[in-house]
C-alpha cells in the first residue's frame, strides 16, 4: 500500500500570505498526484491534477509541483475563500489521500 | 456539467448491508475513459477510497475493504451502486460517489450521503 503523509496537520495563515502545504508519498507516484479543496460539509473540489495541472475554473494562485515521492501544493496569495481542509491523493496504484491540512485563520 | 446524486438508507444496521446508488446525470456511465468511483469520510477524519468500476464492469478495491465490498454498474438507468457487508459502527461516514477521470484525477463529486450504523 502506497501511504501518504500530510505536513503541517494545520497551518494558521492571515490573508495575503503565501502557504506551502507538503505531501509525501511512501514510494515512487511519478506526477499521479491530486490535490483538493474541502470546505465543511461539502464535497471534496478538485485543484490541481497529474502534480501541477490547474484544473478549469481554478484560481491561479494555486498551483501544485512535484514529481516522485515530494509534493507541494503552494497558494501564493491566500484569500477569504481559501481558509478549508486540503487533501493530497495518490492515483498510481489504486487511490490513497492524506490525512488532511487544516488552513486556519490566524 | 455532469452531475451525480447518492441516495440511500441513512441507517443501518450492524451486521447487515449497506447499499447505496449513484445516480449520473449531464454524462453517461458507459463513456469510456471513466471510472465510478465511491468514497467514504468518516465523522471529522480523511478521507477513504473504497473503490470504481468501468462500464464493463471490471472493478477495482481497497484492498482493506475488498473482502466486504462490491461495487456495480447499471447502464440502462445510468447508475452505479455499493454494497458493503456486514457493516459494524467503524463503517459509520458519509459515502461520496465520484467520477474518476485517469490523469486528470477525480473531477466530479456527488455531495454525500450520511450513513450511520447502529442498532
Known amino acids: 500500500d502506497i501511504q501518504m503523509t500530510q505536513s503541517p496537520s494545520t497551518l494558521s495563515a492571515s490573508v495575503g500570505d503565501r502557504v506551502t502545504i507538503t505531501c509525501r508519498a511512501s514510494q515512487n507516484i511519478y506526477s499521479w498526484l491530486a490535490w483538493y479543496q474541502q470546505k465543511p460539509g461539502k464535497a471534496p473540489k478538485l485543484l490541481i491534477y497529474k502534480a501541477s495541472s490547474l484544473e478549469s475554473g481554478v484560481p491561479s494562485r494555486f498551483s501544485g509541483s512535484g514529481s516522485g515521492t515530494e509534493f507541494t501544493l503552494t497558494i501564493s496569495s491566500l484569500q477569504p475563500d481559501d481558509f478549508a481542509t486540503y487533501y493530497c491523493q495518490q492515483y498510481n496504484n489504486y487511490h490513497t489521500f492524506g490525512q488532511g491540512t487544516k488552513l486556519e485563520i490566524k | 456539467q455532469v452531475q451525480l446524486q447518492e441516495s440511500g438508507p441513512g441507517l443501518v444496521k450492524p451486521s447487515q448491508t449497506l447499499s447505496l446508488t449513484c445516480n449520473v446525470s449531464g454524462g453517461s456511465v458507459s463513456s469510456g475513459g471513466y471510472y465510478w468511483s465511491w468514497i467514504r469520510q468518516h465523522p471529522e477524519k480523511g478521507l477513504e477510497w473504497i473503490g470504481y468500476?468501468?462500464?464493463?464492469?471490471?472493478?477495482h478495491y481497497n484492498p482493506s475493504l475488498k473482502s466486504r465490498v462490491s461495487i456495480s454498474v447499471d447502464t440502462s438507468n445510468n447508475r452505479f451502486s455499493l454494497d458493503l457487508r456486514p457493516v459494524t459502527a467503524a463503517d459509520t461516514a458519509v459515502y461520496y460517489c465520484a467520477r474518476f477521470a485517469g490523469v486528470h484525477a477525480t473531477d466530479y463529486w456527488g455531495p454525500g450521503t450520511l450513513v450511520t450504523v447502529s442498532s
Open positions: 468500476i468501468f462500464y464493463t464492469g471490471n472493478t
